[in-house]
């Protein structure tokens, strides 16, 4: 079914009932256009320094593709919960595992057969197939072994929050529990990459140390916490139309989508020492600081009303 530009979050409504948002759908469409450019970027090696560099911040659509999935999984539980009065986990997790797990168990044994290579083990393939690839050095790649699938590690994040998924879900009820997991994410994951960076460089090498502990779900928690965040301030949004920041949304969303963008080209250039990972130290990591300009975009995606950002060719393409 075509998809039509949605003013606002007013959705479509398929022949299941449930409500569908074309800004969701280009969310991810941008997501997977950021990496293919930053894929590309790599792949020509003789493009100009700070073409190389706002390439290379492409990276950051797996944190987009984070925020919209958190959004739209909170999104559909709470229909499910409100039309059906609970939310059947077990569907749930059927629902991911088909989404995800057919492709992306075809692409590791493709890349298997026609990528042989003497550091293939049956141990990495069964981590990758079991989700669990991002919680270690080894199985993350960061030292440099064959890798199951390129860029695997953000399945491994991804259904490391599916799995924690349910217990979030009934924890996370409003805009201020949202706050506090987000301050609890960023408390914990900067606990646990400070103490796990010098016994990891020790085994394994500072290098692949600082990749991994950027990889990590403790590291990547956060993101996922800004998109509960997003999705709790979108539905106040929606049930507030005479808040200021509902009419800065609304009548000025253009200016909030440019004043987003500007954010993002800001930050690409990393004109300001960032970390690579949290820290219990006053450095802001660079994915984080790309979330939050996401976050903004969000917003202002959610309640535009005439954007040409919103168009069904991205959103076909995020489908």
């Known amino acids: 079914m075509a998809v039509k530009p949605a003013p606002r979050t007013e959705g479509r409504f398929p022949l299941s009932g449930k409500p569908e948002y074309a800004y969701i759908d280009c969310l991810r469409g941008y997501a997977v256009l ?4 930053n894929h590309v970027t790599y792949a020509i090696p003789q493009l100009p320094w700070r073409a190389h560099q706002l390439g290379a911040f492409g990276w950051h659509g797996v944190q987009l593709f984070f925020l919209a999935s958190c959004i739209t999984l909170l ?41 042989p290579s003497a550091q293939a083990t049956i141990g990495k393939l069964l981590a990758s197939f079991a989700f669990v690839n991002a919680w270690h050095p080894v199985t993350t790649t960061t030292t440099g072994d064959w890798q199951v699938v390129p860029g695997g590690w953000s399945i491994g994040v991804e259904f490391t929050f599916y799995f924690l998924f349910p217990v979030f879900f ?21 606990v646990a990459d400070s103490l796990a960076m010098a016994p990891l460089a020790a085994a394994y090498g500072a290098v692949a140390a600082d990749n991994f502990l950027y990889y990590w779900f403790f590291n990547q928690a956060p993101v996922f916490a800004l998109g509960a965040v997003a999705y709790f301030t979108i539905r106040s949004v929606e049930a507030n139309p005479d808040w200021v920041l509902t009419r800065l949304l609304r009548r ?13 080209l800001a930050i690409a250039p990393a004109p300001i020492p960032f970390a690579h990972q949290l820290l219990l130290k006053p450095l802001m990591p660079q994915f984080l600081a790309a979330s939050l300009a996401f976050f903004v975009f969000i917003l202002a995606m959610s309640q535009s009303r005439d954007s040409l950002l919103v168009n069904r060719w991205i959103a076909a393409l995020g489908k």
Do not use: H
């Open 34 to 37: 950021m990496v293919i450019v």
């Open 75 to 115: 999104m559909s539980s709470s229909y499910e919960r409100t039309r059906m009065g609970r939310v059947s986990f077990g569907d749930f997790f059927v629902r991911r595992f088909l989404r995800i797990a057919p492709m992306y168990y075809l692409a590791a044994l493709l890349y298997w057969i026609l990528f």
């Open 170 to 190: 009934s924890l996370i009820t409003s805009l201020r529990r949202a706050v506090l997991a987000l301050f609890l994410a960023l408390a914990v994951g900067a």
């Open 252 to 264: 000025r969303g253009q200016w909030v989508l440019a004043a987003s963008l500007l954010l993002l």
